[in-house]
């Protein structure tokens, strides 16, 4: 009776712990990421990005979704991939207008993929 | 991995309050927190191994949750009286010193053919050759034999279950409607509908009993060859 009740504890302490630092990774790798592209996101603005910007923004994205994956469900992360892909091509043709509304849809993704996976009781139910 | 932990775990319970109001029918040798468990635990396991968007934390972590959540029944299960009829039920004695307890085996979704297969499965074939009959918490069949009944080599042929007639094994025996309710107006019941259950074998022996009273055996006269 013991060992099953440590066993139940411990499994549940192993659970509440993975999930704190589950939360916390999720925010500071966005948090991180979602910074990156805010500043590309001006310099498209002031016409001023090059393709070194968002190739910068897209490294950064390939260095955290590597341990991402574990985390969320790979199908998020293959949307950002398309959409920075579509950026880093389109500022380098200098189309400013679409590429800031690729970097927008990302930005937006950003914000709302940690939201998606935190505990909030509308995530749960 | 706390979203999942929690949405399993309110699985976990709303699917253990499912098991337990549907009755002992669909449990079988199981506890009803087991039965959940086994329930989960193949879709849980299945789904991250073949669908590879989903991580395999989540899958890992819903297992943890059953996991978690049965120890906790079990503890509970054992520790405590109130928790076991929770999460477990009780037993219900199906059949007494008066006959079938119809109300009983209301409460626990069955009726009187369910019982006979049980009984069956046990090896009695006629609703007498047991004192007593109870249905386990896990939906098994308990019985005490009744010492006093010979055991017959002739198969009991269900005539009237809660109030309706089989009309082919009523043929099967020879009789009709209007011979049936002759029959029951002379053991003193006016309306088949008060009939809870009403069983002849090969050699014309019979158990008829009403709702909500002592059951009575005896004999009568049928035509065997189509039994």
Known sequence: MIKALISAILSLLVVVGASLFEQNYLKNSFGEFERAVSVTYEKTQNHTAVKEDVLSVQDLWVEKKKTLHIFIPHNDIKEVDLWV?????????EKWEDALSKLEVVLEMVEQIPKTYSLRIENIL | MAIIFLRSAIIYIALLFIMRLMG???IGEMQPFEFTVTLLIAELACIPMSDFSIPLLYGISAIVAVFVLHQFMALLDKSNKVFKFLFSGKPSVVINKNGVDFSELKKNNLDVSDLIESM????YFSLDAVSYAIYEANGTLSALENENIETSSDLPLLI?????TDKKNLEKIGYTEDKLNKFLLKQGIKKIKNVGVFTVDGGGRFYLQQFNKKYQTGNLKINKENI
């Open chain 2, 160 to 164: 009237v279950k809660g109030g309706k």
């Open chain 2, 120 to 123: 069956r499965i046990l090896g």
């Open chain 1, 85 to 93: 892909s579509e950026a880093v091509t389109l500022v380098e043709n």
């Open chain 2, 24 to 26: 002992k029918r669909q």
